[in-house]
């Protein structure tokens, strides 16, 4: 008799709760069903005080049931949501910009720099005490080990009264040397100045009206400074001695001399 009631009272509750959720809301719905199952709750905690196992089962029974047709009913009315579609704006293009690479600056050497090349020398002043002038020609040697040495071929003229002797002279000498560039051991004191050593032997052709003499050295310090477009100013300071007689006192003196000279 007691299985009959509790199945007669699912039966009108199920039967209430269909009849019912036509016209409610979801909210509403969901409150019966937790009153509903509340009811349960209390019925299942009087039926295990009974130690009524019988009874007990039945209502979990019922209460899984209950909650399948809530499955079921809340499907039916919860109305599907469209998906969202998040649209992420693509990515703006990443511009890699390459620097360009730096020019390549060639330098060519300047074949025609002083201390380079074949010079060419016309300087006046000062030679072994007396007032001379000088032509010289350095060839460059630069297929020797020694970078900067050349070989100088020239010639003197002086004319004056020798210091020793105390006799008037005019004398025409060759020279044949060498200079060597020292440009790289001494500072350049903010000009473009090109530093030399230089060193020659000297053989007099003709003093005075037809005597030759015997024989001469100088040594010099010189340097060049660079005119662009214009060839190179010349500088030398050194000393000279020249015997051009053999019963007269050798001319000694010093050299100081400044000149124009051309390099190609």
């Not at 020019?103 to 002043?125: H, M, Q």
């Not at 008037?168 to 040397?177: C, N, S, V």
């Not at 005119?227 to 053999?246: C, D, I, R």
Request: glycine fraction near 10%.
């Amino acid at each position: 008799m007691k299985k009959f009631i509790v199945y007669l009272m699912v039966f009108a509750l199920s039967t209430g709760l269909a009849s019912m959720s036509f016209g409610r809301t979801m909210a509403e719905e969901m409150t019966a069903v937790r009153d509903y199952l509340n009811v349960v709750d209390a019925k299942l905690a009087t039926a295990k005080q009974a130690k009524d196992t019988a009874r007990v089962a039945l209502l979990h029974k019922e209460k899984a049931a209950t909650l399948l047709r809530w499955e079921k009913l809340k499907a039916t009315m919860e109305t599907p949501k469209p998906p969202v579609i998040i649209r992420t704006p693509a990515p703006p293009p990443v511009v890699i910009r390459i620097p360009a690479p730096p020019p390549v600056i060639v330098t060519v050497p300047n074949t025609k720099e002083v201390g380079r090349g074949v010079d060419l020398y016309f300087n006046g002043g000062f030679n072994a005490g007396l007032v001379g002038f000088s032509g010289n020609f350095d060839y460059d040697l630069s297929g020797l080990p020694a970078q900067g040495l050349k070989m100088r071929v020239g010639a003197n003229y002086i004319t004056g009264t020798n210091p020793s002797g105390g006799d008037e002279m005019q004398a025409i000498f060759a020279k044949l040397g060498a200079v060597y560039y020292i440009s790289p051991f001494l500072p350049e004191l903010g000009m473009p100045l090109t530093w030399y050593l230089g060193g020659a032997y000297l053989i007099p052709v003709k003093v005075n009206d037809s005597r030759t003499g015997v024989w001469g050295l100088e040594g010099c310090v010189g340097a060049n400074y660079n005119v662009p477009e214009m060839g190179v100013v010349n500088f030398e300071m050194g000393y000279g001695v020249l015997k051009y007689s053999a019963d007269q006192a050798a001319l000694k003196g010093v050299d100081l001399k400044i000149g124009y000279g051309i390099t190609f």
